[in-house]
Structure formats: C-alpha cells, structure tokens
C-alpha cells in the first residue's frame, strides 16, 4: 500500500482513487437519471379501486384532486400483469387486440379520449406484436360536458393478454372526482 506524499497514488485493497472517483460518478448519474424519471412522472391525486382478475389488475387514476374549472381532465387506466403476461397497444401487430372502453354508467363525462404510451415489440408464440409488459398506464383526456361539476366514472375495459396462452378479460373500474381546485394532492 502506497502511502500520501511518497508521490504514487494511494491504493486501497486494489481500488485507487481514480476507481473511485469513477465510481462516484457512476453513481451520481445513476442518481440523476432516477431523479429525472421521478420529476417526469404524473402526480397521482386520486385513484380508484383496483378491479383484479387472474393475471391482471387495473384501475383508475386522477392527475388532479377536482373538477375546478377544466376543460379536459388528465386522467389514466393503470394495469398491471402478473409475470410475463403482456397487453396490447391501438395497433397490435400480427395478432392480439387493443383495449376497449365502455363508459356507460358515467356522469357529466362528454368525451373520453385513450391515449398510447410508446409500445415494445413483443414476440408472443413466434408472432411479433406491438404492447406492454409487466405494468402501462394509458393516458386519458376526459372532457366534462359541465365545468366545475363533479365527475363520476364508471369504466367497463375489456383487454386481451396473453402468456403462453391468451385470455379475454373484463374490469369494471370507478372513479369519483369531486368538484373544487384542479390540483395534484
């Protein structure tokens, strides 16, 4: 071990300063990355229960806590899969199915519009498709018929995933946003 002053770098069970500093770097852009991919996540104001079903669950999110004087309203359908089961996106490749939504039951909802976060090409029994792994939240913009008035969601989702096998599900999902500011929790 080389000793400070005696003009080589010091050593410490093998590593020198120059690792780690290395290391420290590494680490600082490990953090920042992290942080950035917080900082670009939605706020989650409010969420509705989850609806579970075997291999999948899913439910509703807000991005704010009211109604307040918006117009669209950011919302979401969160899902999660269970291992290796996958979901599909709006244009699904060589097989499978987009998701599709019935928002009977909901009140002062004018319009509901599904938005796709970016799909990964996935190879289910040798066929490529274009959808999600593990967990996707589908973006929604919400237009309320009436401004500043509560809106009640009531979501029938029907989905295809798929393993080694696929499998047809439904979910029924709700959602209360009350009246008042339009701001995260």
Not at 32 to 41: F, R
Request: aromatic share 6%; net charge neutral.
């Amino acid at each position: 071990m080389a000793f400070q002053g005696s003009g080589q770098r010091s050593r410490v069970a093998g590593h020198s300063r120059r690792t780690s500093r290395f290391g420290l770097r590494a680490l600082a852009g490990t953090l920042a990355a992290a942080a950035l991919a917080l900082a670009a996540m939605p706020a989650l104001a409010l969420s509705g229960d989850w609806s579970k079903s075997d291999h999948v669950e899913a439910r509703l999110v807000s991005a704010v806590g009211g109604t307040g004087d918006l117009a669209i309203l950011p919302a979401g359908v969160e899902i999660k899969l269970d291992g290796d089961w996958k979901t599909y996106w709006r244009s699904p490749g060589d097989a499978g199915l987009p998701p599709t939504l019935d928002w009977a039951g909901s009140t002062n909802l004018g319009k509901a519009t599904l938005l796709y976060p970016a799909p990964e090409r996935v190879t289910v029994l040798g066929i490529q498709t274009f959808g999600y792994k593990h967990e996707v939240t589908f973006p929604l913009d919400l237009a309320l018929a009436d401004r500043g008035k509560s809106l009640d969601l009531k979501l029938h989702l029907d989905l295809l995933i798929c393993a080694d096998q696929c499998i047809p599900k439904s979910l029924d999902l709700a959602l209360a946003v009350p009246a008042g500011p339009a701001t995260p929790d």
